[in-house]
């Protein structure tokens, strides 16, 4: 599906899964390396910018969480812009794309601010967008983690195993996105500047101090879940051994009694197998010595 919009100065085409007829519309619109055309229609797998004569190629990825699969994967992005027009090439929808592009079509004040400028303006616009919903994703990941912290320490360790591994895949996940990102900001930054010109610098710097937002509260997410997720196991630990060790002791408390009823259960003689105070004397033993086994342990604190 292609769209277009004509602002006061641009010229926005956004291609949401390009097909064949779609990039031969490119091409014989405009005078594009054939090599940026073979580009749009198969994924990509590396984040890239690349400048030609009289246009820049560049290749971004947008993190979109699944909510039935609880984990995040990339959607590419590919943007050719030239001096007056910006070429957007996607599979399937990009929201923070959809809805810029969606203002300038539908509401002429916002054509009129992101369209009547250079399109440096316009791509500053849809990468700063890109990015500022990478942090509200990233809250998202804040509030889980906080959640999990909570439930650690209300003693439901073990229900938080699954919880945390889910979390930890969505963090290293986001960080496949936007780590190899970082370096090709830093290229934009330089390119943008002898493409667009000088007063595009605070710009680019914007949107690479939005990225570092991101990716600095991305690093303390992954240190986070990887100290929650040791401490749940030192929890979780904790709680087990803690129980083998009482069922350790009941064990031993018991088998002096079993020994005991096995001894007198013998087809044998045996002192006190006659008469009911022989088993009341056996009986009592038994408890006598459940009784002194008991406090030991409670004295010696293994209770």
Not at 57 to 73: A, L, V
Not at 263 to 278: A, E, K, R
Request: charged residues 25%; glycine residues 6%.
């Amino acid at each position: 599906m292609r769209r277009t919009i004509r602002g006061p100065k641009i010229t926005w085409i956004d291609i949401q899964d390009p097909t064949p007829d779609d990039v031969r519309y490119v091409r014989d619109n405009f005078k594009f390396h054939p090599i940026v055309l073979d580009e749009l229609i198969p994924p990509g797998y590396r984040p890239k910018i690349e400048r030609y004569n009289g246009y820049l190629f560049m290749m971004f990825y947008y993190p979109i969480y699944n909510k039935e699969k609880r984990e995040t994967r990339s959607r590419e992005l590919d943007m050719i812009v030239t001096k007056d027009t910006i070429v957007t090439s996607h599979y399937r929808s990009i929201l923070p794309l959809k809805a810029l592009f969606d203002r300038c079509n539908l509401y002429a004040e916002a054509k009129q601010e992101y369209m009547s400028q250079d399109t440096g303006i316009l791509l500053f616009h849809i990468l700063n967008g890109f990015w500022k919903t990478c942090l509200v994703k990233l809250v998202q990941v804040d509030k889980r983690l906080d959640q999990i912290e909570r439930e650690i320490f209300r003693g439901k360790e073990r229900e938080m195993v699954t919880e945390i591994s889910y979390v930890k895949t969505d963090i290293i996940n986001f960080w496949r996105i936007l780590e190899p990102q970082g370096p090709i900001l830093n290229s934009l930054t330089a390119e943008g500047a002898s493409f667009f010109g000088k007063e595009m610098d605070p710009y680019f710097a914007d949107i690479q101090g939005t990225y570092g937002q991101a990716w600095n509260s991305l690093k303390t997410y992954k240190e986070t879940i990887l100290a929650l997720e040791d401490t749940n196991q030192s929890l979780l630990s904790t709680k087990t051994n803690e129980t083998i060790r009482v069922l350790t002791v009941f064990s031993v408390i018991i088998l002096p009694l079993t020994l005991l009823a096995s001894l007198w259960g013998m087809n044998v003689h045996v002192p006190f197998s006659g008469g009911t105070i022989g088993f009341w004397i056996i009986a009592g033993a038994m408890v006598v010595l459940t009784i002194f086994m008991f406090g030991y342990f409670k004295r010696r604190r293994w209770l």
